[in-house]
């Protein structure tokens, strides 16, 4: 899949939208998603998308607010945050890997993160 790049944070008043995207520099199958590091916290996944089928996973802190969508053409998957909260805060990054299965796996592929900075 080569390397990732994110792009899309910034800072957003609380119950703003944001559009991440996250393009892959060539094809590949398998899985993508979304992991986020809120300030003096772990990083953690909070979305994937298997390309095979489409299917899709949200951690329950984000589902009904984020929507992601992939495009084969580009290698992207965008991430759509809507109803944004301050504990959204975060850095977000991007990551796949190839290959059937499951994906609650180990990413081998990541991107340098993009902010997401949440004001009240």
């Known amino acids: 899949q080569g390397p990732l790049a994110e792009s899309g944070g910034g800072s957003v008043q609380a119950g703003g939208s944001l559009r991440l995207s996250c393009a892959a520099s060539?094809?590949?199958?398998?899985?993508m998603a979304w992991f986020r590091r809120a300030p003096e916290k772990t990083r953690r996944k909070i979305a994937h998308?298997?390309?095979?089928?489409?299917?899709?996973w949200y951690a329950d802190s984000v589902r009904g607010r984020f929507t992601m969508s992939y495009d084969r053409a580009k290698n992207a998957l965008d991430l759509t945050i809507n109803g944004l909260k301050s504990e959204d805060t975060g850095m977000y990054y991007c990551?796949?890997?190839?290959?059937?299965?499951?994906?609650?796996?180990?990413?081998?592929?990541w991107g340098q993160g993009t902010q997401v900075t949440v004001s009240s």
């Open positions: 990551a796949a890997d190839s290959g059937f299965g499951s994906c609650f796996r180990d990413y081998t592929s």
């Open positions: 998308w298997y390309t095979y089928d489409g299917t899709t």
């Open positions: 060539s094809g590949f199958d398998g899985c």
